[in-house]
Every structure is written in structure tokens, then in C-alpha cells.
């Protein structure tokens, strides 16, 4: 079993629908939690951090839930410009610094 | 800042030949990273650096040598290249512990023939 899984889609959606995507992760020790996005042959970078009380950042919302062991993220109003992978990212916070990649959820926004 | 850099950007190399990834950060960070992403595939984890001077193994270090020659600056190696070395490499960075996200340079396409 992988230590973050997702579903690796592909979704695909039109434009102004809400998407949501989840993430699981095996390692109880697990202390720190990211979205990235991945557009195609770029490098992941951060979308948002995922606190524990949930957070949002404009249409987008992250979710932990420490007890089941999954963050999701959420997308309202989905913009042609979401189309991408999202990496879901789950550290442990030791000194190395670690941080363990889900493989990714492709979404694709069509008009 | 530039963030993380990355040269070369593409490279092409004949099965046998070898050559070096160079990354630099100019973010302060103490903790760098090497990757490999396949078509299609999630990142893998070659290489890290907790901090100057201390380099280990990740999920799939053979074939692979690095180098922390200081805090900036973390080189990947490739002794004798493969077919199955073809890959995108990334490099990134982070500050050392605590709940700190990755930030990552623009990757080298590499292509071993």
C-alpha cells in the first residue's frame, strides 16, 4: 500500500462546476499537509497549506481529518486555468524533512 | 531571489556517458532534494540533503550520486547512463523541520539514448 494514495482520475468537468478530491495517507506520525499543482511538464508547485481547522483560499478549501487519515480539496466555480494535477503532500516534521508525493488527481475544465 | 535553479534544462546522452545535474537555492533553505518524474508518474525521491555535509538515499538512488558541495548548491551525478534513467528530474528545497513546503526548480529533461 502506498503511504499517500489518490484517485488519479481523470476528472473531467465544465466550467463553474464544484470538484472535489481526496487523499489518504498511511502514516498516523504525519504532521504537515499540502496541495500542489502540477501543470503538464512544469514543476508542482504549492497551492495551499492544510490546517487542521480547514482552510480556504478564494475557491479553493482544504480539509484534514487527522481521525480518518485523508485531506481533500475542494474547487467551486472550476476556471478553464484549473486544469492541471494536483499533488496532494503529507510530511512527517523531522529534521530531514521528508515529504511523501501522492501521484496526483488530473482534473480537466471544459468550456 | 531566483528561487531554484536548474541547468541544463534538456540534455541528451548516449547510454554510458555520464553527467552532472547542477541545482542551486538561493533561499536560505538547509534542506534539498532530488527527484524523478516519469511520463505520467508521480515524483520518486533520489536523493536529499537534511543539511551541508549529510546526503541519503531515497526511494531510488541506484544508478544516482549526489553532492552537497554547500549550502546552496546540490549536484546529481549520473556515472553511466541508461535507457531507464530517462526521465524529468527536479530539484528542490526547504527549510529544515517544522511544517515547511518544497519549492521546486524547473526540472532537466533528460533523454538517454
Known amino acids: 500500500r502506498k503511504e499517500v494514495e489518490q484517485d488519479p482520475g481523470p476528472f473531467n468537468v465544465p466550467e463553474g462546476a464544484t470538484v472535489a478530491f481526496n487523499c489518504t495517507y498511511s502514516?498516523?506520525?504525519?504532521?504537515?499537509f499540502f496541495w500542489y499543482r502540477q501543470d503538464c511538464r512544469k514543476e508542482p508547485k504549492l497551492l495551499m497549506s492544510?490546517?487542521?481547522s480547514g482552510n480556504e483560499d478564494g475557491r479553493f478549501t482544504a480539509q484534514l481529518n487527522r481521525a480518518s487519515q485523508y485531506i481533500s480539496l475542494l474547487i467551486r466555480d472550476s476556471k478553464l486555468s484549473d486544469s492541471a494535477t494536483y499533488l496532494c503532500?503529507?510530511?512527517?516534521?523531522?529534521?530531514?524533512?521528508?515529504?511523501?508525493f501522492g501521484d496526483g488527481t488530473t482534473l480537466t475544465v471544459k468550456p | 531571489n531566483a528561487g531554484v535553479t536548474q541547468t541544463p534544462k534538456f540534455q541528451v546522452l548516449k547510454t554510458g556517458q555520464s553527467m552532472t545535474l547542477q541545482c542551486a537555492q538561493d533561499m536560505n533553505h538547509n534542506s534539498m532534494y532530488w527527484y524523478r518524474q516519469d511520463p505520467g508518474m508521480g515524483l520518486r525521491l533520489i536523493y536529499y540533503?537534511?543539511?551541508?555535509?549529510?546526503?541519503d538515499k531515497g526511494e531510488v538512488p541506484n544508478g544516482y550520486n549526489v553532492s552537497r558541495l554547500n549550502k546552496r548548491e546540490f549536484s546529481l551525478r549520473l556515472e553511466s547512463a541508461a535507457p531507464s534513467q530517462t526521465s524529468v528530474y527536479f530539484c528542490a528545497s526547504r527549510k529544515t523541520s517544522g511544517a515547511y513546503e518544497q519549492y521546486f526548480g524547473p526540472g532537466t529533461r533528460l533523454t538517454v539514448t
Open positions: 492544510v490546517y487542521s
Open positions: 540533503s537534511a543539511s551541508e555535509g549529510t546526503t
Open positions: 503532500v503529507v510530511n512527517v516534521n523531522t529534521n530531514a524533512g521528508k515529504s511523501t
Open positions: 502514516n498516523s506520525a504525519s504532521q504537515s
